[in-house]
């Protein structure tokens, strides 16, 4: 069974950088859709970035492009968030999740109720 694990998150000032590790384990991540998503308190969850499955380009919420970068390491089976010029409204609970059964060609319209494994989330607080 596909088993996600995030770390990485932690207390940053505005301005500041993280990078977020999603880390899987007993399954190689080759054939799922893979993507990104947070969760502020009291807000809904919220589509972050993603792999779109076809030409395998990767898909940013705009409030994020130009910042936030998602690259993978096949070798670690790892997929990462890298997160620049971070903004106070970027604090949440970011996850990462995959479904082996996915195909999307605009994977930002994915609801992350359909998706089948989830990672424990990883606490991301941008504040002076």
């Known amino acids: 069974q596909l088993r996600l694990v995030e770390s990485g998150g932690g207390l940053v000032q505005p301005g500041g950088s993280l990078r977020l590790s999603c880390a899987a384990s007993?399954?190689?991540?080759?054939?799922?859709?893979i993507g990104w998503f947070r969760q502020a308190p009291g807000k809904e969850r919220e589509r972050v970035s993603c792999?779109?499955?076809?030409?395998?380009?990767?898909n940013y919420m705009d409030s994020v492009k130009g910042r936030f970068t998602l690259s993978r390491d096949k070798a670690e089976n790892t997929v990462y968030l890298e997160m620049n010029s971070l903004k106070p409204e970027d604090t949440a609970v970011y996850y990462c999740?995959?479904?082996?059964?996915?195909?999307?060609?605009?994977?930002?319209?994915?609801?992350?109720?359909?998706?089948?494994?989830w990672g424990q989330g990883t606490q991301v607080t941008v504040s002076s």
């Open positions: 999740a995959a479904d082996k059964n996915l195909y999307s060609d605009f994977c930002l319209a994915v609801p992350p109720s359909s998706l089948d494994v």
């Open positions: 792999i779109n499955s076809g030409d395998k380009s990767i």
């Open positions: 007993g399954d190689t991540l080759d054939y799922y859709y």
